[in-house]
């Protein structure tokens, strides 16, 4: 057991001396963090607004009044006819008009939207905004009630799929490169060779990335609670066992990698490959899987991040218990088991 923590303690001192390794490895969750929650954005807010209105009664007032002390509008623009507001949004001056109908004063019906849809997406957005604040002005009107995130934030959305983004990143790529690296250099036959079994060589190899992994979650629970302002609704004890099952699962897709790479650049390009482009375009992290094409819902059902970011999104913003997440996790345990079986099956293979 010493000569095994003789083995943990110098591949942590490999790691931790390197302090552009320690600054890529911590930095990178700070910086993702703040640019997803403050900068990269899908936050409705000072959309510019065009108001097409044949009358001044006290209704269509009472509207366009709703719309300006809104968060998300800003009425710049006031015509009499709906073709000069399109003439506005050609002209990039607005991003939508509200076109209010000539009988609107007397049946309180007859709205129309007119959105610049050159970004599809925000102009949905940018509607169904609008349509909740002119519906809610109406006498009558439909009370929209937000739950879980009723100051409608992304960074609700963005914070768990970056923590599933980051320790599968982490775990897998650097793992991975730090295995080969001995293969490159010829040192992992002089390890192998030492009283220590080659299986605990690869274990001790693994364990400082263990450790650095609970140090990015840390700091991104930490940095999503006091800077971004997310309360961390659930248990952070299923969060924390969750995370754990998921970064044992990376940690075993990394030495995978590292049985079949022969150089650490064949292991960057198939993390990279294999992991990087799954995550960002089909795990949920930036569009629902529900709107994919069939077949790339079929495709996302392999990709082990899709179930993690689920399994963060119900327990931090909904606050759900373990009982809601079952099933994300037994497909994650299930993933690990096999992933790490596979790994070490490998690598007992390549020794003989």
């Known amino acids: 057991m010493n000569k095994f923590n003789s083995f943990v303690i110098k591949e942590s001192r490999h790691i931790f001396r390197d302090r552009r390794l320690m600054l890529i490895l911590f930095g990178m969750p700070v910086v993702m963090m703040l640019l997803f929650g403050f900068a990269i954005t ?48 050609c002209d990039q001056q607005v991003d939508m008009a509200v076109v209010f109908g000539p009988d609107f004063a007397s049946n309180g019906s007859g709205i129309q939207l007119i959105v610049d849809a050159s970004d599809p997406n925000m102009a949905q957005q940018w509607s169904n905004y609008a349509t909740n604040v002119l519906m809610g002005a109406q006498q009558g009107g439909v009370s929209v009630k937000m739950l879980y995130n009723p100051q409608m934030k992304s960074a609700y959305n963005f914070v768990p799929a970056i923590m599933g983004m980051l320790l599968m990143l982490i775990c897998a790529m650097m793992t991975s490169i730090s295995i080969v690296k001995e293969k490159e250099k010829g040192t992992m036959e002089v390890l192998l060779v030492s009283p ?15 450790m650095v992994a ?35 699962l990376a940690l075993s897709l990394g030495m995978l990698i590292s ?13 990279v490959m294999m992991l ?5 375009m089909l795990s ?53 088991l096999l ?9 007992k293979n390549r020794l003989e």
Do not use: C
């Open 42 to 89: 899908t936050d409705v807010k000072n959309v510019r607004v065009a108001v097409v209105t044949a009358s001044s009664d006290h209704l269509t007032g009472r509207m366009v009044e709703r719309l300006a002390v809104s968060e998300y509008f800003n009425i710049v623009a006031t015509v009499p006819t709906p073709g000069e507001a399109e003439q506005l949004i």
């Open 196 to 210: 220590v079994k080659p299986i605990m060589i690869i274990v001790a190899k693994v364990v400082p990335y263990l």
């Open 284 to 336: 949920g992290m930036l569009f629902p899987v529900e709107s994919m094409p069939l077949p790339l819902q079929w495709i996302s059902a392999v990709v082990p991040t899709r179930y993690y970011i689920d399994a963060m999104r119900k327990l931090m913003i909904m606050g759900v218990g373990i009982g809601e997440v079952m099933r994300e996790t037994a497909i994650l345990s299930g993933m690990t």
């Open 339 to 347: 992933l790490l079986l596979l790994s070490l099956t490998k690598f």
């Open 276 to 280: 990087l482009m799954p995550i960002v």
């Open 259 to 271: 049985n079949v790479a022969k150089t650490q650049f064949v292991a960057l390009i198939m993390s």
């Open 214 to 248: 609970f140090g990015i979650l840390a700091v991104i629970l930490l940095m999503s609670r006091f800077v971004l302002g997310i309360p961390i609704q659930g248990g952070l004890t299923w969060i924390i066992l969750i995370s754990v099952i998921y970064i044992l």
